[in-house]
Nanobody, 120 residues
């Protein structure tokens, strides 16, 4: 019912920047939280950043101060600006969109992911 398409991944040197984009389509009116997660081989998918309908943001400690999540409602798009990238940031980054009520996820959707590789 909701489709998410990520873009913007690629190869970048340590200290560089990338901006990821996630375009949402379909029945998106009920979505009130969107976010970015990342996963490396053999690891759990972990939260990177989230943003609510009210523009409240949340970041993983590992990216705080370096990454910024934002949204453009007119374009149904969320962004993840990634600065001062480190090799540890290398992962597949997934876009997520869901409906959360009192911290409970009622339902959510996932994109296909975009690869981010940071070289030393």
């Amino acid at each position: 019912q909701v489709q998410l398409v990520e873009s913007g991944g690629g190869l970048v040197q340590a200290g560089g920047s990338l901006r990821l984009s996630c375009v949402a389509s379909g029945s998106i009116d009920s979505i009130n939280v969107m976010g970015w997660y990342r996963q490396t081989p053999g690891s759990q998918r972990e939260l990177v950043a989230t943003i609510t309908r009210g523009d409240s943001t949340n970041y993983a400690d590992s990216v705080k101060g370096r990454f910024t999540i934002s949204r453009d409602n007119a374009k149904n798009t969320v962004y993840l600006q990634m600065n001062s990238l480190k090799p540890e940031d290398t992962a597949v980054y997934f876009c997520n969109a869901g409906r959360v009520i009192w911290s409970r996820t009622v339902y959510d959707y996932w994109g296909q992911g975009t690869q981010v590789t940071v070289s030393s």
